[in-house]
């Protein structure tokens, strides 16, 4: 999905590049066009995501509802790594995260849950503000952990940290 985005974006703004040599105004005219057509598309698919999330803690002891986040980086995708808008709830049972534009999903049984640390970098993303790495164990046993940022980082970071405190005593 992402090299057919860009390639169609990439394919799109040379054809209004030739089109404004020779039709200035049509030009324009598209492109705002396109401008808006992006906006409402990413606020419907932000509206999809959310409501397939909620859809997921349904009926389930939610911890922390959905919440909109920044998704920085994944252990596990070594150092290429896709960023971008997302949705994470925590109930009971899962950790659910979806990411926006892309075909990222990813879901965490609590007892996975390793812990919950600030960091700076993780797999070559390092932004200006400090990061939530949630680590956990992925399907395949191997530890995992996943970057993000969050309206409040250290409120997630306390019950995550709780959670795996409490998971480990067992």
Same mark, same amino acid.
């Given at each position: 999905m992402k090299t057919l985005l860009a390639l169609s974006i990439?394919?799109?703004?040379?054809?209004?590049?030739?089109?404004?040599?020779?039709?200035?105004?049509?030009?324009?005219?598209?492109? %705002?066009?396109? %401008?808006?057509?992006?906006?409402?598309?990413?606020?419907? /698919?932000?509206?999809?995501?959310? @409501? /397939?999330?909620?859809? #997921? %803690? #349904?009926?389930?002891?939610? %911890? @922390?509802?959905?919440?909109?986040? @920044?998704? /920085?980086?994944?252990?596990?995708?070594?150092?290429s790594q896709s960023s971008g808008m997302g949705y994470i709830a925590l109930t009971q049972d899962y950790l659910y995260f979806e990411l926006v534009l892309l075909d990222l999903e990813i879901t965490v049984p609590t007892k996975n849950i390793t812990g919950a640390e600030f960091v700076r970098r993780l797999k070559g993303v390092s932004p200006v503000r400090k990061m939530l790495r949630i680590m956990y164990t992925n399907r395949h046993g191997d530890n995992d952990s996943i970057a993000i940022n969050v309206k409040d980082m250290e409120q997630w970071k306390d019950v995550i940290s709780n959670i795996s405190r409490t998971i480990s005593k067992r």
């Open positions: 990439n394919v799109l703004l040379l054809a209004l590049t030739f089109l404004y040599l020779t039709h200035t105004f049509f030009a324009v005219l598209i492109g %705002i066009t396109l %401008i808006v057509w992006f906006f409402y598309f990413l606020w419907h /698919r932000q509206n999809q995501v959310e @409501m /397939r999330v909620e859809e #997921k %803690i #349904k009926g389930q002891n939610v %911890i @922390m509802p959905t919440e909109h986040i @920044m998704f /920085r980086a994944v252990e596990s995708s070594g150092y």
